[in-house]
């Protein structure tokens, strides 16, 4: 298949200078070619752009996407002033979501992912990060791995899975927290290694979830078996998350809210990105990291969705840079950067991110014909066109 897009407003991404007219030929799943003189050739779908915003397909690169039940019924509790923790110490928060997730089948909870990923493409998601991480024991944990495998097979964009062993603990089983941190290490671990070598590992550090020192058990023992590591670090409290990540040489550091100034400067000195989540504050608790400290200490902000039925349930990434802009004082160009070519280079991917000839064409075309009315416009959907891998796989306006 061949498209070619007319007469559009592309930003590149990266810090690349915008082109206000320009075209594109894509070829497989390839950009061809971008320019100001890139003619069509025989055959291509031709696809008339009149001046609109193209630029690379948002690549959302910290989700918890995967999940059964709903926690609309804690969140009427925190309307009333029950916090997230309260909630969490009480049995419900994350583990209301381990029963769930528990009760159903690989094959239910592998639809449920597809449907929620439709909804990302809609909005100009085309890369997408998920998490296992409500099935707390071996069983679950693979089974929620598998789904995620399944449904990416049957996602026309890419799903990078995560197995985020560290979550919760489980203490409904009767054993104690050490007993329960060594099963995850010494069972579910290699299980995990055995089935999805090189599977990136996630710990969250935080009260009533997992311990610094066991968060460091786990991504040392995840490092040592040759897999890649990423840590939720000072959502609600400073533990030293930070300083644990930089001494493992994370992948990222997520969240950072509770973080002070020293730390990010050296979480940038360190050449770690920060993958910052504002829906989570404008949901939970009204606060937010201080992702303008990051960028200005020379670190890299990654902005990513959170999408989860707890803390942050949204799949928008519109929405997610409307938020970037309000709250965390980012520069347009840098919350385009902060969707699409920084997240990209977090997951590994250097084949998109960015508008180049050679990469892969996954896109997104906006309704607008000013890459500033991404942030500056809330609710709604903004996106007129979404193309994965060289394919139209949603249509707005456009016929």
């Known amino acids: 298949m061949s498209l070619f897009v007319r007469d559009a407003r592309v930003v590149p991404g990266d810090g690349t200078a915008v082109l206000p007219r320009a075209s594109l030929r894509i070829a497989g799943d390839r950009i061809a070619a971008l320019g100001v003189d890139v003619a069509p050739a025989p055959g291509d779908t031709i696809v008339d752009a009149r001046g609109r915003v193209v630029l690379p397909g948002f690549v959302d690169a910290h989700t918890h996407a995967l999940w059964a039940g709903d926690r609309i019924d804690e969140w009427q509790r925190r309307l009333r002033g029950e916090s997230y923790l309260q909630i969490l110490a009480a049995g419900g928060g994350i583990l209301a979501t381990v029963r769930a997730v528990r009760a159903a089948s690989e094959d239910q909870l592998a639809d449920g992912l597809l449907r929620r990923l439709g909804h990302m493409l809609r909005e100009g998601t ?3 990060e998920v998490k296992s991480g409500y099935g707390l024991s071996t069983e679950h944990e693979l089974k929620m791995l598998r789904a995620i495998r399944a449904a990416a097979r049957a ?23 050490r007993h329960f941190v060594d099963t995850v290490v010494a069972e579910t671990l290699p299980a995990v290694h055995a089935e999805f070598p090189g599977i990136a590992v996630d710990a969250y550090c935080e009260d009533r979830a997992w311990s610094l020192a066991d968060c460091r058990r786990l991504l040392e023992a995840a490092r040592a078996l040759g897999h890649p590591v990423r840590l939720h670090a000072d959502q609600f409290h400073r533990l030293g998350g930070v300083d644990l990540a930089i001494a493992l040489g994370a992948r990222s550091v997520d969240h950072l809210e509770a973080s002070t100034a020293e730390d990010l400067a050296r979480l940038a ?8 989540m504002p829906v989570a504050g404008f949901h939970t608790d009204g606060r937010y990291a201080d992702a303008r400290a990051l960028i200005d200490a020379g670190g890299q902000v990654v902005l990513a969705s959170n999408c989860n039925p707890g803390s942050s349930p949204t799949s928008s990434m519109p929405f997610v840079v409307a938020l970037a802009r309000r709250q965390l004082r ?8 902060a969707v699409t070519t920084n997240p990209a280079a977090l997951l590994g991917l250097e084949d998109r991110g960015r508008v180049a000839a050679g990469l892969r064409a996954d896109l997104v075309m906006l309704r607008h014909h000013d890459e500033r009315q991404l942030g500056y416009e809330l609710g709604g959907n903004p996106v007129d066109l979404t193309i994965a891998g060289g394919s139209i796989v949603e249509r707005g306006s456009i016929g």
């Not at 979550?167 to 089983?173: G, I, K, L, N, Y």
């Not at 980012?330 to 950067?337: G, N, R, S, Y």
């Open 126 to 128: 085309t890369t997408v």
């Open 155 to 177: 996602f026309p964009g890419t799903v990078v899975p995560t197995a985020l062993l560290g979550h919760a603990v489980d203490r409904e089983t009767g054993r104690d927290e």
């Open 269 to 276: 000195a360190a050449g770690i990105p920060g993958v910052v």
């Open 330 to 337: 980012l520069t347009t160009d840098e919350a385009i950067d």
